[in-house]
């Protein structure tokens, strides 16, 4: 059973009940990230989302873990594009305390000038451990060059710069602009009761101050660039960018169905011909990021950078091969099961219901339909996927990123 309601600030909140489940979980997603920022504010989303531990009126940052462990419940966070997300997971007889903390560190964190400093060490690490992490920093460098440096082309941990710059001032602003009634979703799923989810809701956020919300307007160009990053390491990285549907697009199904006999698992084209055949990458796959305004097919493999140029090659020929050609018959069929069973598996997980169900609400303000999400991937037709395969592999549209120890950049 799902219910769904507004609370008169404009909270939205949503609730998936499980019957037969022991636990659930809650999270309180807010409609900001690396996509919404300045230059000035890069990096800024994802700090706010570490203080937001740092301590409240009335626990400290210790005493708020340590009230979560007390009750055997997880607590953490995440930052993406377009997305902030602090959730909690607890048994159900715990649902009301753990709500209780995970309001509190949102509702009520004052950010002490002492855990900002320790804080901003922290995340600096976190951006040198990126730096060393070279999947990661490829991954990160293709949206860079797809987008350029801003929206949906930031880095989500920003620049050191920017991080060790940043005030007690800069993220009250940032906050009384973007952490907004009508930018909030509150999303339970597990086994809880739709009446005490929305009363927990409603007791906490009920009276959150209801200030005028303004949507930032991003503005979104594809760049197709080359970039390029040479480091001493072991193995070479690299990753081509192509631009493919939004998240509304009729085909975002045949997208994701295409996705699968591509690279989206042991089965599939680039696995089978460039790690098994060929036996030139450890790992390579492609995966579809989908926005708003916009959409990345990305196609990535960490190769020996003696092969880096052969495995581009590899690469590139199972890309053109399977766009001249489409799909078989039979790839058809395994890849629409493989996107049924995804959906229908993540029906089974509280966390992923109740991200599933929050970004629908924060992103479509609808309530998720899975009936809806099964009849549209039944309806892909071979003829939706041979269009969606002609139009997504341009070459010379491409983007690309490399890392390694490469004479180099590997271009597409």
């Known amino acids: 059973m799902v219910k769904s309601v507004t609370l008169k600030n404009g909270v939205r909140v949503v609730v998936k009940s499980m019957e037969g489940l022991l636990s659930v979980t809650m999270g309180i997603l807010v409609g900001t990230g690396a996509a ?14 570490h203080m937001q531990f740092k301590g409240t009126k009335t626990r400290s940052a210790f005493e708020i873990s340590d009230a979560f462990d007390a009750l055997g419940a997880q607590v953490n966070a995440f930052t993406g594009k ?17 709500f209780t903390l995970l309001a509190d560190l949102f509702l ?5 000038e002492e855990e900002m400093e320790r ?17 990661d920093l490829c991954l990160d460098l293709l949206s860079r060059a797809s987008f350029g440096s801003g929206n949906y082309g930031r880095n989500i941990l920003g620049p050191a710069e920017n991080v060790k710059g940043f005030t007690r001032e800069d993220i ?30 409603s007791r906490y956020f009920g009276d959150m101050e209801c200030r005028n919300f303004t949507e930032r307007k991003k503005k979104v160009v594809w760049h197709g660039e080359n970039l390029f990053r040479k480091k001493p390491i072991e193995q070479a990285h690299f990753a081509f960018g192509f631009p493919c549907v939004e998240r509304d697009h009729k085909d975002f199904a045949a997208t994701q169905v295409m996705n699968a006999v591509l690279g989206g698992g042991m089965s599939s084209r680039l696995f089978k011909k460039v790690r098994e055949e060929l036996g030139l990458a450890y790992s390579v796959y492609s995966y579809s990021s989908h926005y708003a305004e916009a959409g990345l097919f990305t196609v990535y493999a960490g190769v020996n950078p003696q092969k880096a140029e052969d495995a581009a090659k590899a690469v590139k020929e199972v890309i ?8 078989t018959e039979e790839e058809f069929r395994r890849g629409k099961e493989q996107l049924r069973s995804s959906n229908i598996y993540a029906q089974e997980n509280t966390a992923s219901q109740m991200l599933l169900y929050g970004k629908q609400m924060l992103y479509k303000n609808e309530v998720y339909d899975f009936e809806k999400r099964m009849a549209e991937i039944s309806a892909v037709s071979e003829e939706d996927i041979r ?25 597409p």
């Open 172 to 201: 009250f602003a940032y906050k009384e602009e973007r952490y907004c009634p009508q930018n909030i979703v509150i999303s339970f799923a597990g086994n809880i009761a739709p009446e005490a989810a929305e009363e927990l809701a």
């Open 320 to 327: 053109c091969a399977f766009a001249h050609e489409g799909m």
């Open 119 to 135: 804080e901003k060490g922290v995340v600096v690490e976190e951006i040198n451990m990126d730096e060393d992490t070279p999947d």
């Open 108 to 112: 009520n964190s004052t950010f002490p």
């Open 36 to 49: 919404y920022e300045t230059d000035a504010e890069d990096g800024i989303s994802h700090f706010i989302e």
């Open 387 to 411: 269009r969606v395969v002609k139009n997504s592999f341009d070459f010379s549209r491409a983007s690309s990123a490399s890392v390694g120890n490469l004479k180099k950049a590997i271009l």
């Open 82 to 98: 377009d997305l902030t997300c602090y959730y909690a997971k607890s048994t159900s007889d715990h649902a009301g305390e753990a």
